[in-house]
């Protein structure tokens, strides 16, 4: 039996089978309702609408409302739908004849992996289950047992410190910071700076376009900030970061300091009135909550993943800050991969792992489940140390 994999994210959720070097779908988790009924015989009608079935041309008369946020499940209705729409309508399978792994953030709460285990058990019947957070499965994606598998999302942040296989459950740190805040801080400052008003779903999917397409990270915020500034000191023109961009309506918006400004947010998010520390500043507490003797593999193995890390001068960012954070009493190693990689980090650390043979034993099956329900999960959990 070939195991199906499905990464649940808080914008996607990517699904394939076992051995796959990367996932064969990837959908919206987001869920559409109608607003109001069709006038016109003949057009297109559904109670609910999800994966490809939205698109630019309906998403005007749908109502969208995701099933997951912040990583975690928010209407459990309508994720069964999504993931019976994944694996029978895009997978085309029978879910009671594949095993399932789960991939969540770490850190998610307990319930939330009970939810799923019942959800598959009871719902889709399949033969056996199994949850894994995204930091150990990072890892196994890049062939290593030692670093620090730092997850980048949408609207969550994960920080997993990982010593020969064992993680560090103390040290790991997780914050609902992501992409997701990035285009919203797009969007105020281009709303102040270049009064460009966006408000529908349609408008905040052109600005994430956007923001992959012209945002990057700056390798020192402060002095270019102090440089756009002061224009009589002519230190720097921002016209050096000038971007034409097209909307679809045809215009265009020029932006320059935008660019730089919204992605500061991930390193400084007190910008946006949040508390937490940044991710640099995550990492840093990370790894000096582990074991002094583990400090410096850590820190010379930082593997960064996630679609939000995409930002070009991200990972420098990383180095720079953390070489000030440590004075340069530590060797700082981040790897990254190339984009479509680093993007599906998860999922290929679980087809990775799903086509391991030690790992068999690692399934929760449907007979342990009918014997001892959601305990088994808690139980399975505690006996595996590698897993």
């Known amino acids: 039996m070939t195991a199906i994999i499905i990464d649940n994210g808080s914008s996607l959720i990517k699904s394939g089978f076992s051995s796959d070097e990367k996932p064969s779908i990837v959908i919206s988790s987001m869920?559409?309702?109608?607003?109001?009924?069709?006038?016109?015989?003949?057009?297109?009608?559904?109670?609910?609408y999800m994966g490809n079935q939205i698109s630019h041309e309906n998403q005007c008369f749908l109502n969208l409302a995701p099933c997951i946020r912040n990583g975690v499940g928010q209407n459990w209705d309508y994720l069964e739908r999504v993931w019976s729409y994944l694996m029978m309508d895009e997978l085309r399978i029978n879910p009671s004849e594949h095993p399932v792994l789960m991939i969540e953030q770490a850190l998610s709460p307990k319930f939330n992996s009970e939810q799923m285990m019942r959800i598959m058990f009871e719902t889709f019947h399949v033969p056996?289950?199994?949850?894994?957070?995204?930091?150990?499965?990072?890892?196994?994606?890049?062939?290593?047992?030692?670093?620090v598998a730092v997850d980048v999302g949408h609207q969550v942040t994960t920080v997993t410190p990982i010593y020969n296989g064992y993680t560090f459950y103390n040290a790991v740190q997780r914050v609902h910071l992501g992409g997701d805040d990035v285009t919203k801080q797009l969007q105020k400052v281009l709303m102040s700076e270049k009064g460009f008003y966006s408000e529908s779903s349609s408008d905040l999917e052109h600005l994430r376009v956007m923001k992959e397409q012209c945002c990057f990270v700056a390798d020192n915020y402060k002095e270019l900030m102090e440089g756009v500034l002061r224009p009589r000191d002519f230190t720097i023109d921002k016209?050096?970061?000038?971007?034409?961009?097209?909307?679809?309506?045809g215009n265009q918006i020029v932006v320059d300091m935008e660019r730089f400004i919204a992605p500061e947010i991930l390193f400084q998010p007190n910008k946006i009135g949040r508390e937490c520390d940044g991710i640099d500043k995550l990492i840093h507490k990370a790894i000096l909550a582990c074991d002094q003797d583990a400090r410096e593999n850590l820190f010379s193995n930082i593997i960064i993943s996630?679609?939000?890390?995409?930002?070009?001068?991200?990972?420098?960012?990383?180095?720079?800050?953390?070489?000030?954070?440590?004075?340069?009493?530590?060797?700082?190693?981040?790897?990254?991969c190339d984009t479509e990689y680093r993007y599906n980090c998860p999922f290929i650390g679980g087809s990775i792992l799903t086509s391991l043979s030690s790992f068999d034993s690692v399934?929760?099956?449907?007979?342990?489940?009918?014997?001892?329900?959601?305990?088994?999960?808690?139980?399975?959990?505690?006996?595996?140390?590698?897993?």
């Open 239 to 249: 016209n050096e970061f000038s971007m034409n961009y097209t909307l679809p309506d």
């Open 31 to 48: 869920v559409g309702k109608q607003k109001i009924k069709p006038e016109m015989f003949g057009a297109e009608s559904r109670e609910f």
């Open 306 to 336: 996630g679609g939000t890390s995409q930002f070009f001068g991200f990972k420098e960012r990383i180095e720079d800050e953390l070489k000030a954070l440590t004075k340069d009493s530590f060797n700082i190693g981040i790897k990254t």
């Open 363 to 387: 399934w929760i099956t449907q007979d342990e489940y009918d014997e001892c329900g959601i305990y088994s999960l808690t139980r399975r959990k505690y006996e595996q140390y590698y897993y």
């Open 128 to 147: 056996k289950f199994y949850v894994k957070n995204s930091g150990g499965l990072i890892l196994y994606s890049c062939g290593s047992y030692t670093g």
